[in-house]
């Protein structure tokens, strides 16, 4: 180890943050993205942990890991590989080697590869000692040991010292990274403020690591990441679950309307159910249903009083939701429903990601049952997507699916904080009062019915699931009559094209040799492998889709100017299949991986090469 | 809430009934519509949610507010309506197949939450929409097109299962009994809570009799006993029969006037005793041993989930400084770019 550290500089780096499930990781993690976006860097993360909260301690299936990825420049992922790894023990290691750089830095707490910890691990010999990990920038330290001594004096149990670990690393990188410690301090301070000794303990500990990385030298790397050009403005971090919780809430305020929100916890949607009952101050009603049908039944009760309705859930709860999807339809009430996306089927993997419930959303219903879907592509727009599908489901009448995944909805990126009055206006269709209320009476433009709230006098009347007689809403099993109310709940749906926004292309506006088309959770990574490849002088343009169904009426003229069209999404293509029955005149090629993790950029750009 | 002088026509809808002649369910509706007349709140006040089943038409021949849902959910979506709109009267129609079967999950978590709305079970112990198949309130080997060497299962008394949720309200009546099932929906509604009340309805078409051992003329007044909170429960065409604990703590059935039994033994009924013991033992009573209770027979007083929905919000509001979405937006760790 040389005496003095090299300093690198970058345009970006990332570090990835990794331990058992217990060592505190997201914390850290997440620690280290906050003081980044202080100093001004653009960020995006994502947190990688196992389904269970306290899997076999030390094991490879235990790991709990934290991707930061800072960068001068615009950040749309959370990086494909790591420059700097922490391991905080063998299994950790072992679990992320793979997605280390080649000669990227390693931090491990060397007193954790104990024999038992190793074998636990399914490492035959130490890797710290044979020679098998030579090609990385190996840096060892005693985390563990030095941890004990620096709270040698404090009054903790040794269970609380070794649980502050974390922060002897965090403070070896905020070194490495020349980041200042403050704010890590001051979230102690007010995280503890009940528990002083905790504060002090873990503020101490993250002083010991960076003081022990300033004085030792012993870090080879440096680096220096230069804060981002980013847009000027009041900024503050927020994951995808949050902001679709709160663009939720936007489009209630900007609707006039109390928001009610009937869900059951499933991952990895829970937090926006979290998120919504903390917000009782803004009269937010959330209601933590008996079960996934329960959730969106609630929601459509309180959708036929005049709420802005929504259920938040993953593919299996969307599963049990179907039927009453269908009472939504058929009763044409707004509803929105929130489905963030999980590895399936069944159980699948559910703290992974996948795009895989886009023809559940599409097509899981029994009976003519057109739906709009709409999908957020990145973390922070989950606000304007989930803010623009209660739009357009209070304005056309409809209940909506808003398809996210659990690569958005764990993954945060610092996002300019918008101003109320900037958003759109939203008006619901409510009837005006007064007599000859018809409840099938529709607007001739949108189609919509109007919503007539009980409680208003006079407009007494009756829905429900039976076929309705168009107009009077009179139960009706008139051959012709189901014909055309078929028909006006489909041309209803396909109308909203008329008021989504046109689709955009990233590249050659008018046309090239390759499109890359993409939908919701792929956008960064996507993004990111056409700019480069674009960059290498390669004529290819991206077109990535929010509004799925029904899709931006210039789809298909951009379509047409194009000589290969590619679709790539995280199932066997499904995104495709559904292109294919709406424009069959085009051939698609396909990108597909189901492994329950994100693209990388490599690979992406890697098959568009092969074209 | 204001009060307006209604008679039971006006609740009437234009809708033509389709029950079959004779069902239960047209006695049923009759008694609800005198309820809501004398109850005499705005119409447009009552939202009438029904799930699926042969009673679950109801709303449509009210002419109120309502709204037909899907097989075992109506509670569930009375549950969204009354929370989102405190102001509203819920009236939930279902039946023994509705609400105790594909709906039993969502049936025992109202109660357990103890919204404020009324519930009326009819409970007819058959399908009768789907022709003639058990129900969970089917007595045990009774043949039916799904069970045609008798059932095997042990049915559910829904004033048992109402209990056994923690129950504040449960009352029965019958469906013959216009004057009484009126007078126990009123009482329902009139409870700050979930009520439930079950109504012994008669199918028939395809279980035809089925209470006929509580209801036949020459035997309902030694099967039924009508109970009243502050009164003594005294049955019988001659008012000679009553109830009293037995020394081991089951109720028995004794004769006023034989074996020194007078009167003042007979237990008075305290519908308003938090302590669901004597409650549990009365909707468990079974003709030909004991007379099947009916009115009121459990009324007690307790928090509701909407009104306790709406403190919190009060109080949330009161000390939040966050008063609309942009002081949320700026709340919390944010920085500047300039």
Not at chain 1, 579 to 606: C, D, H, S, W
Request: glycine share 8%; proline share 5%.
């Amino acid at each position: 180890m040389s005496q003095e550290s090299m300093i690198i500089e970058k345009q970006d780096v990332v570090i990835r943050f990794s331990g058992d499930s217990g060592d505190g990781m997201q914390l850290t993690g997440q620690q280290f993205s906050d003081t980044s976006a202080l100093f001004g860097n653009d960020v995006s993360t994502f947190p990688d942990y196992p389904a269970e909260i306290r899997a076999p301690q030390g094991t490879v299936g235990g790991v709990s890991g934290f991707q930061v990825h800072i960068g001068e420049n615009h950040i749309t992922t959370p990086g494909d590989y790591a420059d700097v790894l922490v391991a905080m023990n063998p299994a950790a290691l072992k679990a992320n080697l793979r997605w280390v750089k080649k000669s990227g830095t390693l931090i491990v707490d060397t007193d954790s590869f104990t024999d038992k910890n190793l074998e636990k691990a399914g490492y035959t010999s130490n890797p710290l000692e044979d020679h098998s990990i030579t090609e990385y920038n190996l840096v060892s330290v005693n985390i563990t040991k030095l941890t004990q001594e620096a709270l040698k004096d404090s009054n903790l149990d040794q269970k609380s010292v070794l649980r502050s670990k974390n922060m002897f690393a965090l403070g070896i990188t905020y070194w490495m990274f020349e980041r200042s410690i403050e704010h890590t301090e001051e979230f102690f301070n007010t995280k503890f403020c009940n528990k002083p000794t905790v504060a002090e303990a873990n503020k101490l500990v993250l002083q010991a690591g960076y003081n022990y990385a300033s004085n030792v030298h012993a870090l080879a790397v440096h680096f220096k990441v230069k804060p981002a050009d980013i847009k000027k403005g009041k900024y503050r971090n927020i994951t995808g679950n949050k902001a679709t919780a709160w663009g939720l809430m936007a489009a209630a305020e900007k609707a006039g309307l109390n928001l009610f929100c009937g869900s059951y916890p499933i991952t990895p949607a829970t937090e926006i159910l979290h998120e919504l009952a903390l917000r009782k101050d803004l009269k937010v009603k959330s209601y933590q249903a008996e079960d996934e049908i329960a959730g969106i039944c609630t929601a459509i009760g309180a959708s036929y009083v005049g709420n802005l309705a929504v259920t938040t859930t993953s593919g299996p709860g969307l599963a049990l939701k179907t039927e009453a999807c269908g009472l939504a339809i058929m009763a044409e009430l707004p509803l929105v429903i929130v489905d963030v996306q999980r590895g399936g089927p069944s159980t699948g993997l559910p703290t992974k990601t996948e795009q895989s419930d886009l023809l559940q959303a599409l097509y899981g219903r029994n009976g003519e049952s057109p739906m709009p879907v709409v999908a957020a592509s990145t973390p922070a727009n989950c606000f304007d997507y989930a803010f623009k599908a209660a739009k357009i489901a209070l304005e056309h009448v409809t209940p909506v699916i808003l398809l996210t995944d659990g690569f958005l909805a764990n993954g945060a990126q610092p996002w300019l904080i918008p101003a109320m009055k900037d958003l759109p206006e939203i008006k619901p269709k409510i009837a005006p009062e007064g007599e000859g209320y018809q409840p099938y009476a529709r607007d001739p433009e949108t189609l919509a019915r109007f919503w007539a709230l009980p409680g208003t006098k006079g407009m007494e009347h009756r829905i429900g699931g039976l076929e309705k007689m168009d107009i009077t809403g009179a139960i009706s099993y008139v051959p012709e009559n189901h014909q055309v109310m078929t028909d006006l709940r489909d041309e209803k749906v396909k109308r909203i094209a008329n008021y989504i926004t046109k689709q955009e292309v990233f590249g050659n506006d008018n046309g090239g040799k390759i499109l890359v088309v993409g939908w919701g959770g792929t956008y960064g990574h996507l993004y990111s492998a056409v700019k480069e490849l674009r960059a290498e002088g390669k004529n290819v343009s991206l077109a990535h889709f929010n509004y799925i169904n029904p899709l931006p009426l210039n789809t298909k003229d951009i379509f047409s100017k194009f000589e290969k069209i590619i679709v790539c999404e995280l199932n066997l293509g499904q995104f495709a299949a559904y292109l294919r029955t709406q424009m069959p005149e085009f051939n698609y090629y396909q990108y597909n991986k189901v492994a329950g993790l994100p693209f990388t950029i490599e690979e992406i750009k890697n098959k568009i090469n092969t074209l | 809430m204001a009060k307006i002088e209604y008679t039971a026509k006006d609740f009437k809808s234009d809708q033509e009934v389709r029950w079959c002649p004779g069902c239960g369910d047209h006695a049923i509706i009759n008694s609800v519509q005198k309820a809501l007349a004398e109850l005499a709140y705005p119409k447009e006040s009552w939202a009438i949610i029904s799930g699926i089943g042969c009673s679950s038409r109801f709303p449509y021949y009210m002419n109120t507010y309502g709204f037909h849902t899907i097989h075992g959910r109506a509670s569930a979506i009375a549950s969204g309506v009354k929370n989102a709109n405190r102001n509203l009267n819920v009236l939930q129609i279902s039946g023994d197949g509705d609400a105790l079967a594909i709906g039993g999950n969502h049936f025992i978590h109202l109660i357990r939450r103890n919204v404020d709305m009324t519930l009326v079970l009819c409970n007819n112990e058959i399908y009768g929409l789907t022709k003639g198949q058990y129900s969970p309130t089917t007595k045990l080997g009774t043949k039916t097109k799904t069970s045609p060497y008798g059932t095997i299962e042990h049915p559910f008394n829904p004033g048992e299962l109402s209990i056994g949720a923690q129950s504040k309200f449960f009352a029965r009546s019958i469906d013959v009994n216009v004057a009484l099932t009126a007078e126990v929906v009123k009482a329902g509604v009139e409870h700050k809570g979930t009520s439930v009340i079950e109504v012994l309805q008669n199918c028939v078409i395809f279980a035809d009799g089925v209470h006929s051992a509580i209801t036949d003329k020459e035997l309902k007044d030694e099967r039924q006993i009508v109970l009243r909170h502050g009164e003594r429960m005294i049955f019988g065409k001659n008012k000679d029969k009553g109830l009293k604990l037995a020394d081991a703590g089951h109720l028995i059935v004794v004769e006023i006037g034989k074996n020194g039994i007078t009167e003042e033994d007979i237990l008075v009924h305290d519908a308003h005793n938090p302590n669901p013991f004597m409650h549990w033992m009365l909707v468990n009573m079974k003709a030909p041993d004991y007379p099947v209770a009916l009115g009121v027979i459990r009324d007690v007083e307790a928090h509701t989930y909407d009104e306790a929905l709406e403190e919190q919000i009060e109080t949330a509001r009161a000390k939040s400084p966050i008063k609309c979405m942009d002081d949320l937006l700026n709340s919390g760790d944010t920085w500047e770019i300039k």
